[in-house]
């Protein structure tokens, strides 16, 4: 006869619920819709593992400027690129740890002359920080 302890199946229980949790990572709504021609990442961008780039979505434009959101295959990372027009001079990507709601990442050039925020999908709008511009969901550019 077999027997099985009831703290060794407690514990197996609750390792495989904290591990659900953790790979329970959604990411950005955006990034759930199906792609379309405007949400390709134009080639000169660079994006490195584990950062997927056929995830891109395209989030907003403004004066010429693109902005997109990808993320990793699991949801842990999410990043933003801004491309302006021609793409080829100035784009600037950058990434982090994917949250709910709150700041995931905030750029700069080096004279703060384009800023950029992305922000998780429950931030709250009546939060904007002054000097900002918020141009889509996820989106705050500086007002410089």
């Not at 953790?22 to 080639?43: N, Y």
């Not at 593992?49 to 056929?54: G, N, T």
Request: contains cysteine; hydrophobic residues 35%; glycine residues 10%.
């Amino acid at each position: 006869m077999n027997r099985v302890s009831i703290p060794l199946i407690a514990g197996a229980s609750m390792a495989v619920l904290l591990l659900g949790a953790c790979s329970g990572q959604t990411g950005l709504k955006v990034l759930e819709r199906a792609a379309t021609p405007e949400d390709e990442l134009p080639a000169i961008v660079t994006v490195e593992a584990p950062v997927d780039r056929s995830s891109s979505r395209l989030l907003a434009t403004k004066d010429g400027v693109r902005y997109f959101a990808l993320q990793s295959d699991d949801a842990r990372v999410t990043c933003v690129a801004r491309v302006p027009s021609g793409g080829d001079i100035g784009w600037q990507l950058g990434c982090g740890e994917t949250k709910g709601s709150g700041e995931i990442v905030k750029m700069s050039s080096m004279n703060d002359l384009y800023s950029t925020i992305l922000q998780g999908d429950d931030s709250d709008p009546g939060k904007t920080e002054s000097g900002w511009t918020k141009i889509s969901d996820n989106i705050l550019i500086s007002d410089h």
